[in-house]
């Protein structure tokens, strides 16, 4: 008969000896928030709020953001909620927000630098955030899409301070911004590294595009060496870095990330139980040692297979 596999995460993340791996979830609206607080997610480590903006002529209103911000705050009431705000463009494009017939929309206005051109839909959201955190006991945290220079980040940092909204950090998504972390957390709190437009950036290779699967994977050791610069700039500044991209998800790949440095995985809330699992398998200085082999590997599915083989509990 079929062994059921636990839908719930057990408890919150750990190695075997004990270091602490916060286990996050991603969600899309309030719905997944609570369902994601049912799977055990320790908070919410990506709310990717393009939800309230698609399908429409016009940007939600600040109460009506408030409303939904509210929501997703209540089913965490003690735990780390990471807003992440709009992330408009390239395959989300959004009328009111992008101009139509960007040549390459994938290195176009997108992100944050959408407020270059619009600055008070970034100012409304802030101001809904910080108007719903008002009221939450939750710890929310605030960080912006596609930031690539430390510029940026200070920006992004001052605006939300303006808001009263403390802890702003920044998406690691662009290769520029993994090799320069530690001057984007001068000022930013922390990084939580975007690894699928982190692997789309860094190999060119269109995250659309199924036909280019063997380029587009994180195990790709030129991505793992970009995930260890952004962990050596988090350490530099004292501040965590973090993964939210669909790396995270993946049971083999979860103890490497850990191994380079991360100190937070957030993913689909499915993925918990098992990522939890592998991690309570192996201790830190495991997870240190597949990161030096995963390193050390000339191709992703060397990286892949010596990992999995320094994982007994996958196998
Ligand atoms: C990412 O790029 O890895 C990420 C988490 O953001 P999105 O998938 O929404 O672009
Ligand atoms: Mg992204």
């Known amino acids: 008969h079929a062994v059921s596999r636990p839908t719930r995460l057990a408890g919150p993340g750990r190695t075997a000896d004990g270091h602490a791996v916060a286990l996050l979830a991603n969600v899309g609206d309030p719905a997944g928030a609570v369902a994601a607080a049912e799977a055990g997610a320790e908070g919410i480590g990506l709310f990717r709020t393009e939800f309230g903006y698609l399908g429409r002529t016009a940007p939600p209103g600040v109460d009506e953001q408030v409303d939904a911000y509210a929501q997703v705050f209540a089913a965490f009431p003690v735990g780390r ?18 101009a139509a017939g ?12 959408t407020s270059w051109v619009h600055p008070g839909i970034l100012d409304d959201q802030l101001a809904a955030i910080a108007q719903a955190a008002a009221s939450s006991s939750a710890q929310v945290w605030v960080m912006a899409p596609m930031v690539a220079t430390a510029e940026e ?28 972390a530690g001057d984007l957390l001068d000022r930013a709190r922390f990084a939580s590294l975007g690894t699928n437009d982190l692997v789309q950036y860094a190999m060119a290779a269109d995250r659309e595009l199924a036909s280019l699967a063997p380029l587009s994977t994180p195990w790709q050791p030129a991505v793992l060496s970009l995930v260890e610069l952004a962990c050596a700039g988090g350490r530099r500044r004292d501040r965590p870095v973090g993964v939210c991209g669909e790396a995270a998800a993946d049971p083999a790949l979860a ?23 592998v991690l309570a398998s192996v201790t830190l200085d495991a ?17 892949r297979a010596a990992v999995r083989a320094g994982l007994p509990v996958l196998a």
Do not use: W, Y
């Open 81 to 98: 909620v990471v807003i992440r705000t709009l992330d408009a463009g390239a395959d989300k494009p959004l009328p009111f927000v992008t």
């Open 102 to 113: 960007e040549p390459n929309p994938a290195l176009g206005v997108r992100g944050l630098r």
């Open 153 to 180: 980040a200070d920006a992004f940092v001052d605006r939300c301070a303006a808001h009263g909204l403390a802890q702003a950090g920044v998406m690691v998504e662009i290769p520029a911004a993994a090799l320069r």
């Open 255 to 277: 103890p490497v990330l850990v191994g380079l440095g991360v100190s937070s995985l957030s993913m689909t809330a499915r993925a918990l139980p098992d990522v939890g699992a």
């Open 287 to 303: 997870c240190r040692s597949l990161a030096a082999v995963a390193l050390a590997s000339r191709t992703a599915d060397e990286a």
